[in-house]
């Protein structure tokens, strides 16, 4: 059964930082590209960060240079999302996702999705 699994969400302060991880079981993520999205309340669905295979390529969302990076451990079939200065437009449910597409910045190219975990900023 394929799964993705997130945690590390919380309620943090203004300029607090939080690490997210992305446990996936019933497959591999070595032969997918795996990408973070987050969506806040009455909001679409928002790219916010992807990693290539072997974690050699990165992208991220405008609203999110500079302050997230994303990581992968492909041996512990985990994805990582290190969130630092974190501001209160980044409460969100932040979900995890794996696609073998090659446009990872676009959701409708994803095959597996987690349920997500909650990030609360407060002001």
């Known amino acids: 059964q394929v799964q993705l699994v997130e945690s590390g969400g919380g309620l943090v302060q203004d300029g607090d930082s939080l690490r997210l991880s992305c446990a996936a079981s019933?497959?591999?993520?070595?032969?997918?590209?795996m990408g973070w999205f987050r969506q806040a309340p009455g909001k679409e669905r928002e790219f916010v960060a992807a990693?290539?295979?072997?974690?050699?390529?990165?992208r991220y969302g405008d609203s999110v240079k500079g302050r997230f990076t994303i990581s992968r451990d492909n041996g512990k079939n985990t994805v990582y999302l290190q969130m630092n200065s974190l501001k209160p437009e980044d409460t969100a449910v932040y979900s995890c996702?794996?696609?073998?597409?090659?446009?990872?910045?676009?959701?409708?190219?994803?095959?597996?999705w987690g349920q997500g975990t909650q990030v609360t900023v407060s002001s």
């Open positions: 019933g497959f591999s993520i070595s032969y997918y590209r």
């Open positions: 996702a794996a696609t073998k597409g090659t446009q990872a910045w676009v959701k409708a190219e994803y095959d597996y």
């Open positions: 990693i290539s295979w072997s974690g050699g390529t990165t």
